[in-house]
């Protein structure tokens, strides 16, 4: 973001009562937990929002992908894109979770290349992350790697979470979609998330 833009919100997250939205964010926000401001944004379009929340729900859920492998390709994917407030979210509440030290996680957000401190399965799932966001596919030599760890059916799901979180990525940033407050003590600011876009 340029110095002569805005911070404030384009498309301000609902705020309660949430109105025709209310069961979906009640359906996609832990019980006592305010919904995030992710969510309230994209619930301005209820019909949009509804028709994501199947697909996220299962690749957050336990039925899918390791939630490790998950979360490190959505830190790094939102991170490649820019995306300040997605990022923090997650780096907030699942890197701690993995005992992930700092460095690794502030790692993550440097542009393109290796990330040190990451075992090699995790540098695969950096490196899927750097295919895709610059050039939307992925190598003949990554893929044989990465079918070493696997399986077919991981990997389209691996591929999916990308495309999901860079979808997310687009409309926090196009919205302006905050930081949530709990989570700002790891965004930092934009210059600290580069990426080469």
Known sequence: MTGQESDQPRIPPLDPPYGLAADLLA???RPGSEPLLIFRTLARH???ATAMEPLASYLLGPDGLAAEDREL????????CGCRSEWATHATVFAPLFG???????GL??????VSGLSDRQ???VELCDGLVDHAAISDALWARLRYHWSDEELLELIVVVGLYQTVSY?????RTPVE???SAVAGGEDQITHDR
């Open 123 to 125: 540098g695969l799932v």
């Open 171 to 175: 409309v926090a940033k196009c919205a």
């Open 100 to 106: 992930w030290p700092a460095s690794l996680v502030r």
């Open 109 to 114: 957000r440097v542009s393109a290349g290796p």
């Open 181 to 183: 407050a709990w989570a």
């Open 46 to 48: 209820v019909a949009l």
């Open 73 to 80: 390709a959505i830190l790094r994917v939102t991170a490649r």
């Open 27 to 29: 359906k996609v926000t």
